[in-house]
């Protein structure tokens, strides 16, 4: 006669005893990869279980990937710490928990005044079977027309608004962060550059979009 599966249940939160960290639901975590050479796995903790003493604790996860998992691989404008939130769900031991982290969204990532080893970002969806990505089009700026990336220096144009990498605009970063105003040529009066020094402002806005 078969053995019946021991009942399980679900644990509002449980503390890591490795790391002294207590996780919950909603949570998201760095875990040991299978292969030792790989960068901890990002996860989201979707469910927490142990048995009926409280032992042989599980989280029911769901991953995120990092560009170079993904079908389509590192592109130009992902950022060092961007994520994808996959639909890949799975179940580990909550042993592999080696800490946690944060998975901020887009904008809050781009406005932390310094970025941590845990903190990371996530402006898509990700369907690991098609490659899929939701949304599938994100704004572009600049010359040549990609995605923000966070980890790049851009400029803005007091003209047009659009946003320009100062590599695209024959600008070298030093000259690029010591800008007060700057108008790209196609809205400077005559063609050329106006340049005035001092401080300017290092963010985007929408515009033109990339399709996936």
Request: proline share 4%; with cysteine.
């Amino acid at each position: 006669m078969a053995k019946s599966k021991a009942p399980r249940r679900t644990l509002d939160s449980y503390t890591v005893k490795h790391i002294n960290k207590t996780i919950k639901a909603g949570d998201c975590v760095l875990m040991r990869p299978s292969d030792q050479s790989k960068p901890q796995y990002v996860a989201r903790i979707e469910r927490i279980e142990a048995d009926a003493r409280g032992g042989n604790v599980k989280v029911h996860v769901r991953w995120y990937y990092r560009p170079e998992e993904s079908i389509g691989g590192r592109r130009q404008f992902h950022g060092s710490k961007e994520v994808f939130l996959s639909d890949h769900y799975d179940v580990q031991s909550a042993d592999t928990i080696e800490g946690k982290c944060t998975v901020h969204s887009f904008k809050s990532y781009t406005k932390l005044d310094a970025v941590g080893n845990d903190d990371f970002f996530c402006r898509f969806e990700y369907n690991s079977s098609t490659g899929a990505f939701n949304p599938d089009r994100v704004a572009v700026y600049c010359k040549c027309e990609m995605p923000y990336n966070p980890d790049d220096l851009m400029v803005q144009c007091d003209g047009c608004s659009d946003w320009f990498h100062p590599a695209c605009i024959e600008m070298i970063a030093e000259e690029a962060k010591g800008l007060d105003h700057f108008f790209c040529e196609s809205c400077s009066s005559e063609g050329q550059k106006k340049l005035q020094n001092s401080h300017a402002t290092f963010r985007h806005s929408e515009t033109k979009e990339y399709s996936h």
